[in-house]
């Protein structure tokens, strides 16, 4: 039997209990502070029980922390306080330099492996944990150097589990990278929102947008502050430049509609069709 | 058996093809001057023949004009010269005000009906028409007083048999919404897909990204710049203007970000969080 504790039944962390819980001979241990969230996670059977930390890092075999990014510091230092010599601890944080460097200097930081699964919906709380979640998608792994090589190889099968591959970045790679490719996206998501309701606000319009590619466009405005604006917050310096270029690129394309330059127009789309390449599956 | 002509077989006017196509009584005439998407509509048995615009107009009943916005004042005014006078014709171009303009001399202008069926797909071309794109989305109509009411009556049942529902709108009021809910929405993917791919190439760092949200609010990047810069060019003022509110708002998000104001990033994001509000189904 594996004793597995998660701390954070939300999104992700209620989406791995479901995978393990599936799993042949697994326990699930869930440590969750808010009252409603340990009722639905009982409830739905994500976890076998409900514990308090301390007690349920104490027998772990392997704890996965997954709070939001601002708490993620807190939890880690207290866990690696409380587990058994041959634990291994994961993280599952948007960021990761400020995680890393937090626990830098703590006598069982080779126990810990820090990762970040790509994988995740507009949707927070145990309700929204769903099988699949991270079936075909990647798991990053930070600082595989400080990490024993049995723990790196026990989040690695958890991830792998799940149907993820794992890929190795440094923390400051990892947090530049993802500025651009997730919090950005964010950010233009939550920007489209407010520029949308402001409008249909002055304009008493009512009309369900979800015919359009707004829908697509807008889908991570429904994200969670609470779980977002730490993330972007520990990330800003990354983001800010990130939204530099984007807010530059905007301009670009107002000059051209401003002056009727239908060529410009043209040639900044050509160019941001080229997205398809990367996005092309690996 | 009702004769339906569609000039410009793409991924609109070809959807619309496949759907006529699949009814009982009706024969489809296509006129297209890319002998490449000639051949794919006939492959595909989109359309029943491939004519000349004249021969193809004079005997149709309805005649539906589906090229990019940039052609279709031209094309209209060509077939409203030709068309028999019970004949119905109708565009479906992203823009409207333009068009209106265009024809509202035209003596034959009460056989026009101005449609905007809100559909799509971020792929383009005959190849990449469909069954059921319109299914249950939204179709606007302009000016519905400046034309005949049998006209009417004809484009209202020709979008109700492709399962939607019509709406009335001023072209004026029509361009203003669109300009935040559907242009605003691709010049960010488009952007998003710029600035990324800046930072790809400087950063040498090939991952798939389709495993963040990510490639949901990018999908419209990859959108044809042959339909899109003539639907911004078209709308440029009030898309202009919307540009300047989006950026606005990003200017906010640096502010709260630059200043580590992680209450003001909360609250932003709580305020674009009512979008879900406006996507509810109606």
Chains 1, 2 share one sequence.
């Not at 009722?39 to 075999?61: G, H, M, P, Q, Y």
């Not at 409380?82 to 990761?96: E, F, L, N, Q």
């Not at 990130?242 to 107002?254: C, E, M, N, S, T």
Request: proline share 3%; glycine share 4%; with cysteine.
């Amino acid at each position: 039997m594996v004793n597995v504790s998660i701390i954070g039944i939300g999104l992700i962390g209620g989406s791995m209990a479901l995978e393990l819980k599936s799993q042949l001979n697994v326990k699930v241990v869930g440590v969750e502070k808010n009252t409603s969230h340990q009722e639905i996670a009982l409830n739905r059977n994500l976890v076998d029980e409900i514990s308090e930390l301390e007690t349920a890092v104490k027998l772990a075999d392997i704890i996965v922390v997954s709070t939001s990014v601002d708490k993620i510091e807190t939890v880690l230092c207290e866990v690696l306080d409380h587990i058994k010599p041959s634990a291994t601890v994961i993280d599952v944080g948007s960021t990761k330099n400020h995680i890393c460097q937090a626990i830098a200097n703590h006598p069982m930081r080779n126990r810990f492996v820090a990762c970040h699964p790509l994988a995740g919906t507009e949707n927070s709380g145990p309700n929204a944990a769903i099988r699949n979640l991270f079936m075909g998608k990647k798991n990053i792994i930070c600082e595989k150097e400080k990490s024993d090589l049995d723990a790196v190889d026990t989040a690695v099968k958890l991830f792998e589990s799940f149907g993820m591959k794992s890929y190795y970045l440094s923390p400051e790679d990892h947090d530049k990278h993802l500025a651009y490719v997730s919090h950005l996206s964010h950010i233009s998501s939550f920007t489209l929102g407010l520029t949308v309701l402001d409008i249909e606000k002055d304009e008493h319009q009512i009309m369900n947008l979800a015919s359009t590619g707004f829908s697509s466009t807008v889908r991570l405005a429904k994200s969670l502050p609470e779980t977002w604006a730490p993330i972007l917050d520990k990330n800003a310096v990354n983001i800010c430049s990130a939204l530099d270029q984007y807010i530059k690129y905007l301009h670009q394309f107002k000059t051209a509609l401003s002056t009727n330059d239908t060529d410009r127009l043209y040639e900044l789309m050509k160019n941001a069709n080229k997205i398809k390449d990367i996005l092309k599956p690996s």
